[in-house]
Nanobody, 115 residues
């Protein structure tokens, strides 16, 4: 069974940084594009960033220049480095992958940006 487990969320002041991790078990992520998404109450889940097997990255406009997605295939892990955090970045952040047309999500990790 494939599982995605996110960690690294928490409470942080505006302007500070956090690094999220997504560890995958039951599958070798080197075969897949990986993504980070986020969701706030009452809103649709939205794309934050993706990274392909070749390391090509794509970012939502609202995080460009502040967030960096990376992958460590040897550790079956994907990261999201979040810098210059803003209160509007407050959300539950989810890791996502697709295997044979099946979308698999992690359980999410809560990031709260507040002074």
């Amino acid at each position: 069974q494939v599982q995605l487990v996110e960690s690294g969320g928490g409470l942080v002041q505006p302007g500070r940084s956090l690094r999220l991790s997504c560890v995958v078990s039951g599958w070798i992520i080197s075969l897949n594009t990986m993504g980070w998404y986020r969701q706030t109450p009452g809103q649709e889940r939205e794309l934050v960033a993706t990274i392909t097997t070749g390391g090509i990255t794509n970012y939502a406009e609202f995080v460009k220049g502040r967030f960096t997605i990376s992958r460590a295939d040897a550790r079956n892990t994907v990261y999201l480095q979040m810098n210059s955090l803003k209160p509007e970045d407050t959300a539950v952040y989810y890791c996502r992958m697709v295997i044979n047309s099946n979308v698999i999500w992690g359980q999410g990790t809560l990031v709260t940006v507040s002074s």
